[in-house]
């Protein structure tokens, strides 16, 4: 005889494949009485489902909103087609959505069917994922075994190539995956220099959990450090503004790829921008076309000046 938790959940598949089940058609097709039918949508009301039930000859059963889930029954096709859907979302940065796509593709994929799994290995091998001329090729396997010691806190050995092209092993502590509309980054703890790190996953080479848990000591912001290393680290100058307008607005005319920013107040923000020398940063400032001030250094405040004086003397 059918266990109470299967039959629940063979109760749930069937409430989700049509609009409305009779109790009669429910009895038949779990073949249990219709008592056992009320009562077991009881206990599925009691767990957070949402079964409604409409009176009369012609009423029945169907599957509302609740406060839970209810579990996806996929067949082999659905699910391989739920966990391309969701891969290609990783890689596309649509909306934000990318981070979301990557820790339900790793839930799912952990749940698979050998057969379905190995199906899905197989795609992979035959996707590519396009890349900037200055990108490397992401494996969609190394992004989900750094999900995954991301999730588990494990202690993971990584074979790194720096942007001069030398090859170093590192031992990390993973924390996050941040993608930049970009590229994906790992943030992790390093283990050998004690200090928080990012590194740029279409660098790293190999990637191997050790198996033990790492206690993280005070993580950062992961959208902030990985922020702060694409906009400032690169360069040699740097310039802090005061730029008034709010913060949302802030990023939409400085991505956060070019400046680090810090909301001041509702209506202005301090951003901290990179660049090569005084004048090319004066440029960049003046091409904003918002009011700013400049806090600090005086280099690209005289630079900024000097350029202004000069389109007001160009315009005369």
């Known amino acids: 005889m059918v266990n109470t938790s299967a039959r629940l959940l063979r109760l749930l598949s069937l409430l989700s494949t049509r609009q409305s089940w009779t109790c009669a058609d429910l009895a038949a097709q779990l073949e249990i009485t219709e008592r056992t039918v009320r009562r077991d949508i009881a206990r599925l009301r009691e767990l957070g489902y949402g079964v409604e039930s409409e009176m009369g000859p012609w009423g029945g059963y169907r599957l509302g909103p609740g406060t839970s889930m209810p579990p996806l029954m996929l067949d082999e096709e659905e699910a391989l087609a739920v966990a391309v859907g969701l891969r290609t979302a990783a890689f596309s940065g649509v909306s934000g959505s990318d981070q979301a796509a990557l820790s339900a593709l790793l839930k799912l994929r952990q749940v698979l069917p050998a057969r379905i799994a190995g199906r899905l290995g197989e795609l992979d ?45 590192r031992r990390v502590a993973p924390y996050r995956l941040i993608y930049t509309g970009r590229r994906w980054y790992l943030l992790a703890y390093d283990l050998t220099r004690q200090d928080w790190r990012t590194f740029r996953t279409d660098r790293i080479v190999d990637a191997a959990a050790i198996g033990q848990a790492a206690a993280l000591p005070d993580p ?36 956060p790829t ?43 405040r005289q630079a900024f000046l000097a350029r202004t004086r000069q389109l007001l003397e160009d315009n005369q």
Do not use: K, N, W
Request: proline share 10%.
């Open 125 to 169: 091998a035959a996707f590519t994922h396009t890349a900037r001329p200055d990108d490397g090729q992401i494996s969609p396997a190394l992004l989900l075994g750094l999900a995954t010691a991301c999730r588990r806190g494990e202690r993971t050995r990584l074979t790194y190539r720096d942007g001069a092209g030398t090859t170093s092993a």
């Open 220 to 255: 950062p912001d992961p959208e902030r450090m990985v922020g702060t290393g694409i906009a400032l680290r690169p360069y040699p100058v740097r310039v802090t503004i005061r730029l008034a307008v709010p913060a949302d607005e802030a990023r939409r005319l400085v991505p």
């Open 258 to 300: 070019v400046g680090v920013h810090h909301p001041d107040g509702d209506d202005a923000t301090i951003i901290d921008i990179g660049g090569p020398d005084a004048d090319g940063l004066a440029r960049y400032l003046l091409s904003l076309g918002r009011p700013l001030r400049i806090l600090h250094p005086e280099e690209v």
